[in-house]
Structure formats: C-alpha cells, structure tokens
C-alpha cells in the first residue's frame, strides 16, 4: 500500500476542496512510470518545487477517490465498493490523470452494475459524457437513451443540473426524438431551472405571469447560445411568435432559415429521406437535398417500441393517409416502400341506389368505416351497407418499394404500370402489403418479399421468393402531403 512507503514521498498533492481537503505524499518516480499526465506535471517545463518537494494541488478530485487511484497506482489493484456517483467520479478523475486502465475499469463498472442509476440521473451523466466523449461505450449506451427517452431527461427532478455544453449539444443532434416546437419548450424548461435552480417538474407557462423583468433578462442571457440551434422552420410561424411575447425575447435572436429536420427514424438518414422523397416527385436523377426536402413526415410506429403484430399496425396505421414503411432485417437489408394512399383492413358493400354518396365519400384507400357515414347523416340519410373483412387491392401508378441496403447505390422499384390496380393489398390479416406480396408482413417479425408486381427484387437473395426476419421497422406519415395533387 503507498501508504506505507511514502516515507521518503518527494511529491505532495493537495486534494480536494473545502470542507474536503487532503495532502498525500508520493513519490515522483512511481507517477512518472504511470501516466504521461504525471509525465508532464513533474517536468522541468511545469513543475512546482518547495524545498524539493513537487507540490501539487487537484480541487476537482475527492480524496477519496484520490485514494483508490493511489491505491492502484502503487499495488496495480482497485477495490470499488461504492456508489454509482463514486464509481462516475472515478471514471472523470481517471481519465484527467490519463489513467486509462483505471478509466476502462470505471466504465465497465457503470454499464454492467449501474445502468439504472445514470438513466435516473441523465443529467449528470450527459453531463459527464459530453465532456469526455471518449468513454465510447458510456457515450453510446447514455446518448441512445436519451435521444429515444427525451423526457426522461427533460421531464426529471435534475434538469436544472444539465449543463450548457451538454444542452448544446443536444440541440446541435439530428437524433433527438421530438417535435421541434417540443424542443423550444424543452429548452425554456431548462433555462427556467437553471435560473431557479431547483427542480420545476410541475412548473408551468403561467408562473411567468408573477416574474419580474429581471427574471426575462436573465433567462434571455441563460438560453442566448442555444437559441440559433433551434430550428425555427419547423415550428408554426404564429406559436414562436407568441412565444417571443411570453418571454420577452426579440425577433432577431430567431434564425429562420432552413435548416435539416432532427431524425424521426432510427433506421434511415436524412438523406435518405430525401433521396424517397425525390423519388415520390419522379426526381429519379437530381435529388432533392436535406435543405430542399418538401415534405415532413412523423412516426406513427416502431417495432420495438409498439409492437410487430399485425393488430398494432392497422390499429396506429390504417386511414393515416401516404406513409412510408422501412424495415431492417437479420439478414442485414435495409429496405421499405411508399404508399400513396391510406392503409385499410376493410371495405364497405352498399346497395346499388346507394353507390353515389359512396363514390362522393370515398377516400384513397377504397373503403371508409361506418363511423365516417354517421358525421354526414344530416346531410344524407345513411345508406344500407353492410361492413366487411375482406381483402381487396388499392389501386395507383405512384408507389414503390426501396432498398438502402447499399448507401452508395440505392435501388428504387416502381409498380409495373400494367399492375398498378394490384399496387397495395389490404388484408387485416397481414400488415403492410405491397403488389402479390413483393413486401408483405406475414405476422410477428416475418416477412416476404416476392418479385412481381414492381420492376425489381429490393433484396440481396436471388431466390424469387425469400421470408425475411425483420428486428426493427417504422412506418412514417406525412404532415404536409397533398394526395389529391400527387396521388
């Protein structure tokens, strides 16, 4: 143990800050073969000498901490019995003294045995993985989290802990899963906490009402370095408006040029997106951009956070208008497809007299529920029908299917022109369907893909028939997709 050798110690340390403060002697030879850090410190260039003792001092470091480091540093051995925090400490004090073995540890430590404990305290771990991004696996595991889980962070006792680098940061990601008018108030949340400093978990809106004009300045001041990271483009024009009346913000601290959206998609990029979205306006040649991309779309599901059974599809999915399927599989393709018209499950027989209000009413998927009929029953008497399961096709000459599988030479497949009243099968047995089961759920996480309806086979298998075992899939609506226009 070094604390029985630092008799002839020619180093002291001064550790700790107020109330917490200790000196430990060391050796400088033992520090110097430990850590280039030490390397540096100790140095003619840098050293600090009394009476030929190196003196050093170290106020972020808790002595304690500082104790179990010595205490490898002189045995090659660490015991760490303690808390998630002690063991986080020991990962920051590790790496600013370079000791990577000691840091590797400390991190292996927190993801094995205290995973809970930092997605319960995200700020002090985004905090923390911000600054010292070299934690790969640390960063990985807390950033994932908190990019799917956005108010888990925004939403906590300790938002007011969250630090500007660390807000920053978040606002500079593509990743963060939320609207961008659920961003804005996420940002005004925090700043109100770091204000206050304290938890706001049930502050509101209209505590601003009894604020003075200091509390606005200083808000304004809190949050002025992460204003320009929101993407105003993508808020309503008329809400950010009377947002910079509520908190007496000025017009210019607004940026509005376009910039990209965040990702709404785990499985593909924005350029991705895009690339689908030239190839909905038969721009199969100059794509459009991130920049120019014309249309926004939203999640409506994710396998593994709703569900990959059949029912979960068409009870999120059905009459959502034009959507946008992506599916990854275990046999490693990344592939999807576009529908232009709603999804159903079922459709309507109506009596022959009756055929007008139908063809009147009709939406794009070929068949509309009962409960639709009943909001125009004051203009017109409801006809006999009778609503039936039974599968039936959609009809259009503007869906296709996709593959990213290859990033650098995407395949795009359209539907044959002389089968485009077989574009889109409707079943409430399966879930999406394309063409006679070009992309088609099955049930669960299986899928087929079959080669006949589009032009080409979007999988990498020769065989003309292959199931596939999907572990992720989405499916994405539009929020400003006109089908009249581009059906």
Partial sequence: MWLKSNRNSDVKIIVGSEPNIKEFGVHSSVLRSCSLYFQRALSERWKNKKHDVYIMTMPNIHPDIFMLILDYIYTGKIILNTSAEDCLNLLVASDELELLEIAEFAQKRLIKEFTPWLFSNLAKSLNIVCRHNHFQELYNLILKFTFSNPYSLFNSVGLYLLDEIAMIFLLESDELELEEIEVWNCLIKWGVSKILDEDITNWSNKNVSRWSDEHFKVLKETISRCIPLIRYYYIPKNYINKQIKHYHLEFNTFIK???PPRRC???ITNEN????????????????TCITDPYKVKLLLRGSRDGFDVNTFHRLCDFQGPTIIILRTIQGDLIGGFNPVSWDSFTIKINEPDRHKLDY????????PRKIWKLFKFFFPEPLFKAEKKPYFSQTSNSFIFSFTDQSNPVLSRVKDERKNEAIWNNELCGPSFGLLDLCMKDSNRWISYWGTYEHKITNSKKLTEELIVEEYEVLAFDNYNPIINN
């Fill in 361 to 368: 009413y009709r939406n794009y998927s070929c068949g509309i």
């Fill in 265 to 267: 998609s785990k499985l």
């Fill in 257 to 259: 040029t376009k910039t």
């Fill in 273 to 288: 997106k895009a690339i689908i979205s030239s190839w909905i306006d038969k721009k199969d040649k100059d794509y459009y």
